[in-house]
């Protein structure tokens, strides 16, 4: 990747950096996620301290931890981002070793997978599997192990009758 090309991914980079940053401050600022429990609590007590605004309170709150989490995820992801922008590996996917398309790094300049390795982890991450559908996934592994296996006995049989024969041979060795 040229230099030019590397500059503007990691001015991307240091955008996306503030308006997270800002976000944090936002949510963890003077009362605040982050302020102490019992001034959050003098907070709701000075209003109305019906059970169903409480409920709402706690609802917006849980929902700001929720952002904030994956604000501060995402800041990692840059941090690591301009990491390998210095160790020259940026723009190397992590998953398959293949370089990600500029196109892809423009519109996520913090991804460390191309499109595919994404998706792949995505799925793997996606919600506990079932029992059943892990023993299924267990047993097609299996199957396949032994396929594999079958291969593999079928490729030394072959060889040692090719030894067999070529030593055996003489056209072989004029
Ligand atoms: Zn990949």
Redesign the pocket.
């Known amino acids: 990747m040229d230099q030019v090309r590397l500059r503007r991914l990691r001015e991307l980079l240091e955008e996306e950096k503030r308006e997270l940053l800002q976000v944090v401050e936002g949510l963890t600022g003077p009362g605040g996620l982050e302020s102490p429990a019992d001034e959050a609590d003098r907070e709701l007590s000075a209003y109305d301290n019906h059970p169903a605004d409480y409920g709402s309170q706690m609802y917006e709150r849980s929902k700001d931890l929720g952002l904030l989490q994956a604000t501060r995820q995402h800041l990692l992801e840059i941090e690591e981002a301009e990491k390998a922008m210095a160790a020259g590996t940026y723009g190397i996917?992590q998953?398959?070793g293949?370089s990600i398309p500029e196109e892809r790094l423009l519109a996520v300049p913090s991804t460390r997978?191309?499109v595919?390795?994404k998706k792949e982890r995505e799925q793997e991450d996606a919600a506990e599997r079932p029992v059943e559908e892990e023993a299924l996934r267990r047993q097609v592994d299996d199957e396949i192990a032994g396929k594999l296996d079958y291969m593999f006995d079928q490729d030394s049989a072959w060889e040692e009758v090719a030894q067999f024969g070529t030593s055996n041979s003489p056209a072989e060795e004029a």
């Open positions: 996917c998953g398959c293949g997978f191309c595919d390795c």
